[in-house]
């Protein structure tokens, strides 16, 4: 395997994106319902950037990323609940509602109507999915009979 040497600039570039993610997730963790969205979402495209850049450097490992993405995805239900996006319109609400449960259509049977769905009740990631008893998908609103079956057969 060969080892990559980043640049200075190409560090200093990692290190500003991991920056700012940290201050965005610090802000959200720090702010009331209401003004939450906008430091989870500048997280999210913070998170995003920095992924981007890594792509390019395949044999620089950061593991903790899937943490910490894992954390603000909990984080931005937790706050949606809470009312994060009240005073956002519909169409704000759902790109926000959206950007967060993206992750959850990695398993077969959820597509974005799905994910929306389990995301707003309060299942925003795989893990909480895969945690629950089938039964709990019953009591999702929005998930018809052949998508809770999909899923079920789907979860390991």
Known sequence: MSETTLSQDEVLALQAKARKLESNLMAAMDSEPATASAPLLAASQALA??????????????????????GMIRLAGERYRSGAC?????????????????????????????????FVHGICDLEQL???????????????????????????
Request: hydrophobic share 40%; net charge negative; proline share 6%.
């Open 49 to 70: 950037e920095l992924q981007e850049q890594l792509r390019q450097h395949p044999d620089i490992a950061l593991p903790m990323l899937g943490r910490l993405e894992r």
């Open 86 to 118: 009240d005073h956002l319109d519909q169409e704000m609400q759902q790109a926000f509602i959206d950007r967060f449960a993206q992750r959850l259509t990695l398993l077969d049977g959820i597509g974005p109507v799905s994910a929306r769905a389990l």
């Open 130 to 156: 895969k945690a629950l008893k089938p039964e709990a998908l019953d009591q999702v609103e929005g998930l018809n009979a052949a998508t809770r079956a999909r899923i079920k057969q789907n979860l390991p």
